[in-house]
């Protein structure tokens, strides 16, 4: 993971080394060029992957084409030899998830925004947990709704399901406690999740 995030875009090795000029070069200039912020590496079947993101103004993201074959080049350069790596580089894994909110009337409205500011406390705190857990980290349904049951205004969240695709698939394949994502990260799928309000009659 070390050596991945070493990885300089537009600079080649110095000739058999695994180590970088730093001539002429400055830490923001090479900070500029270490693209890789995000890494992760696991050993399957005697294979290494390596699942990668960059940062795109705070929001994990996919590496081009040619950053992707440049990462590529130069794992193949520091590996060991007879170690077999295989780079996953892959784009956000679609969440979803069904769930009702039994709320406070006093704190929410019957949209879940909050009486004081409009707010929307409950699914800005599904967003914040799904889309900043550990790169490669894993998303477990109980943690979820503990977050959820932080939430001011929140008396009972029922969970009905979560659910994942990755990009481009057209079907959701439910979450079963819990998962790791493909990609090793995931994006919120506002437009396809049902988070359903209902008042809590006995405050």
Not at 67 to 82: F, Q
Not at 99 to 117: F, R
Not at 138 to 155: A, T
């Amino acid at each position: 993971v070390n050596k991945v995030k070493e990885f300089r875009f537009g600079q080649s090795l110095i000739p058999d080394t695994d180590q970088y000029d730093d001539t002429g070069l400055t830490d923001e200039n090479i900070a500029t060029m270490q693209i890789v912020k995000y890494a992760s590496a696991e050993e399957t079947n005697g294979a290494l992957y390596v699942k990668v993101a960059k940062d795109n103004a705070g929001v994990r993201g996919q590496l081009t084409e040619d950053e992707v074959n440049a990462l590529t080049s130069y794992m193949n350069e520091v590996k060991d030899a007879g170690v077999r790596i295989y780079i996953r580089n892959a784009p956000a894994v679609d969440f979803k998830i069904d769930i009702t909110i039994y709320y406070n009337p006093q704190v929410l409205n019957g949209n879940g925004e909050s009486l004081i500011d409009g707010g929307t406390p409950v699914v800005d705190a599904i967003k914040d947990y799904i889309e900043n857990l550990p790169f490669n980290g894993e998303f477990r349904n109980v943690e979820l709704i503990d977050r959820l049951q932080q939430v001011n205004g929140v008396v009972i969240p029922e969970l009905e399901g979560t659910y994942s695709r990755i990009t481009n698939e057209d079907n959701y394949s439910p979450i079963n406690a819990k998962e790791k994502s493909y990609s090793g990260y995931y994006a919120y799928d506002s437009v396809n999740s049902q988070v359903k309000f209902e008042p809590y009659a006995n405050i």
